[in-house]
Structures are given as structure tokens and as C-alpha cells.
């Protein structure tokens, strides 16, 4: 049996691909973009290939593009959205940081508020966060986008609790490090502003640390893997993708309680 997927920011990268596979299964799926643009795109796509998809222009930042949600019924919404940028926290620009939190944080807290009371209100359904593995590890030069899922999964766990009595459940989605250009776009924001005459970190350090983007995963295993966990029914409350960055991670975290300064 079909559901309908409610997911925002379908424009690109793993959203995108998640919005064609779960239509391609079967569901009903409303994939909104957060330009115009995008969404010109997705439809042409989603009319070639006769999808049951409904496609909108939703940038969550911006109130009139969020109430829209109302307007519509949905079982699963996934707060997908977002946008990433690196920079060392001892001297990244605050604007920067602030934009971060104002889009992983913010916007997509108030477009789960939305989802969270039409869910209440039909007493089922599920939200489904796209966290990252930066919610569970913290990276040298990616501070700011960390933070920001750091705090999200402080959010969903909590909102976990408070909807489980009114038949609503939460989850997490964490991908470790795919190659959709997310993380390639993030590493080029620094040098916007970084100046090596002027910023006490070494640049070479900043370098060596996007070395690791060279090796990122096929975003096709994790699409598969969304286009699995997003309508099902029960599933753990996170779910971290591949298997190796969740030893990965597993390990990271027991290591933190070991930590000294």
C-alpha cells in the first residue's frame, strides 16, 4: 500500500533521488525545491517518466513558502533540507554560522511544527529527519555544519518522546560522507572568506582535511536505503548509512567518554 511522502528539499543530491525512488515504488510523493528552477527540473523528470509526484517551490526559510505545507495531507514528512559550510569554528564568520542554524535549525523546526500538528491531529504518521553523520561526530573545518545537526538530533530525540503518546513517530536518517557535491560546494565556502594574513589557522591544515573528500560513497546505496526506511513502518530510531560509518561512529562516540584535555 502506497503512502504519501511529504520531503522537502528534493531539488538535488539524496532528496532528489529519494523523491524518484519512493514514486517509483508506488508512493505518492510531494517533493518540494527550494528554487524554481529545480522544480521546473524534477517535474520534467518525474512527467518523462509518469510519476505520481506532485512538485513545489519551498524554500523553508521563507514563511509564505512553509504555510503551503498546510495546504496538503501527507503519512511521512521528511525534513530534508539543508546546506552545508566548513570553516574552523575559532573563526568562522558569525553570519555564516548563523545562516546554517537559521536553515538545518530553524526553518526546518518550524516546517516540523507544521507536519507535527496535522500528524497529532490524524493520531499517525511518522517524521523523519535527515541528520548526517556530523550529528554524531565532530570533524575538524566542518564545526558549523556539526553543530547544527548536533542540535537536530537533540530535537528529534526529544520530539521522539513527546509525540510517541499521540501515535507519531521520529526518526533520524545519518549518511556518512556521499558525493553529491554537498560536501564539495561546503569546502569552497571557506575560501570566500578565509585569508591566510589575516586567520590563525593554517590553510594546509584546512586542505589536508578536504583531502577526504576524494574518497566519498555512491549516492545510489543511500538512495536505495532512504527509499527503504522513509515508508516503513518500524525501524530503528536512527539509522546510520553505510554499515562502516556506523562502527565508524559507534567507536567515535565511546571514545569521546575517554577523552582528555
Known sequence: ???????????????????IGLAE????VIATTELTSQKTDLLQEAREKELDMEVFKLDITNQRDRSQIETYDFDVFVANAAINEGGPLGEVPMDRFRELFEVN??????????AARKLVKK????????????????????GPYSATKHALEGI???LKTE????????ATINPGAYNTGFNDRSGEEIWKWFDSGKNFTRKEDILKQQEGLKNQF?????IEKMIEI????HHKFRTVYPQETEEQLKQTEKERWNMEI
Open 1 to 19: 500500500m502506497g503512502k504519501t511522502i511529504f520531503i522537502t528539499g528534493a531539488g538535488s543530491g539524496l532528496g532528489r533521488g529519494a523523491a
Open 25 to 28: 515504488k508506488g508512493h505518492h
Open 105 to 114: 535549525v530553524f526553518a526546518t523546526l518550524e516546517t516540523v511544527q507544521i
Open 123 to 142: 493520531g499517525s504518521g511518522k517524521i523523519v529527519f535527515m541528520s548526517s553523520m556530523a550529528g554524531i561526530s565532530a570533524t575538524p573545518y566542518v
Open 156 to 158: 528529534a530525540q526529544t
Open 163 to 170: 509525540l510517541d503518546e499521540f501515535g507519531v513517530q521520529v
Open 218 to 222: 555512491d549516492p545510489a546505496d543511500m
Open 230 to 233: 522513509i515508508p516503513a513502518d
